[in-house]
């Protein structure tokens, strides 16, 4: 294992407020190089750099017979139900690796997974050219949709965040205005920049005033993706009648069904760039405040990275 993200998943797990097998060991985004090979195995060899999709499904299921993988009803993940990559070595089904170009480094491979779940998230949003996106959160994960969302033609890119660093971020990306939520009217702005309310809005906080913004910003017949993940007791109030009447489009965004490859094109061909998220590392032995550091939202992304 060369490197893998710390992820809000993560946390939920060491917490006990997800769902995980313990004592596995935790760990999905990573990417390392090959250093033995099962006898059944075929498309990998000794010193091979790869990339790991952690997400395993059965292939035989209702979902998994319905091109419906992520919904599978076996679904395990590397670092979530069995070991995974904070760790020095990690044992991977053949199937779930994927190659790693050279030009791509092992730090980078490290956000294919969480680059792959928003590549999900912009799909599901069909956004069409010209459209105003409105991007909630603007942490790793709503740094990387701002940057999705103006390849799938937005003519306009509007980010809320609270923390400074993270809006100078995102101004650095290619969006087109940036709210800082607590001192600004977040509606107002929105109204004054859009016809009636964005196009397209994309939740990517996962908390209740958020999910609940997402609503109020949008504009008749818009979509809302809910990608950040609310704590599973989090209730918002919707009326059914702000949906009916303005034939309102929610969906939830999860994980990544065959969207892993397109990352990793993404990556090769130089589109995506990390080169202005705030990396912090940290050696394995170092998990524990690694941890604390992705909990304070120190960093956009927090690595370890073995041997650093
Ligand atoms: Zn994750
Ligand atoms: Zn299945």
């Not at 091979?48 to 499904?57: A, L, Q, T």
């Not at 070595?89 to 199937?95: G, T």
Request: glycine share 10%.
């Amino acid at each position: 294992m060369k490197a893998c993200g710390i992820c809000g998943t993560d946390l939920h797990i060491f917490d006990g407020t997800a769902n995980s097998n313990p004592p596995v060991i935790l760990g999905h985004e990573y990417a390392g190089t090959v250093c033995e090979v099962g006898s059944n195995v075929s498309r990998f060899k000794k010193g091979d750099r790869v990339v790991v999709d952690p997400n395993i499904n059965c292939r035989h299921c209702y979902y998994c017979r319905h091109g419906l993988v992520h919904f599978c009803e076996n679904l395990t993940a590397l670092g979530v139900h069995i070991d995974g990559g904070f760790a020095e070595y990690s044992v991977v089904p053949e199937i779930q690796a994927y190659k790693l170009q050279d030009n791509i480094p092992f730090e980078w491979g490290a956000f294919v997974e969480p680059l792959s779940c928003s590549i999900h998230g912009v799909d599901l949003a069909n956004i069409q050219v010209g459209d105003t996106v409105v991007i909630l959160g603007a942490g790793a994960i709503g740094l990387m949709m701002i940057e999705l969302v103006s390849f799938s033609g937005a003519g306009k890119i509007i980010v809320v965040e609270p923390e400074e660093e993270r809006r100078e971020i995102a101004r650095l990306l290619t969006c087109d205005l940036v709210i800082d939520p607590i001192e600004e009217d977040v509606r107002d702005i929105t109204m004054k920049n859009t016809y009636d309310g964005a196009d397209v809005v994309i939740e990517c906080a996962g908390t209740p005033g958020t999910a609940r913004l997402a609503l109020d910003l949008i504009r008749r017949g818009g979509k809302i993706i809910f990608f950040g993940v609310c704590d599973k007791d989090v209730e918002i109030n919707i009326k059914p009648k702000e949906i009916y009447y303005t034939e309102l489009s929610i969906k939830g965004s999860f994980i990544n069904p065959y969207t892993f490859s397109r990352a990793i094109k993404l990556l090769s061909l130089g589109k995506i760039d990390f080169s202005k998220f705030n990396i912090m590392r940290f050696p394995l032995d170092e998990l524990l405040q690694a941890l604390e550091c992705h909990k304070e939202r120190k960093a956009t992304k927090t690595l370890l990275i073995p041997g650093s």
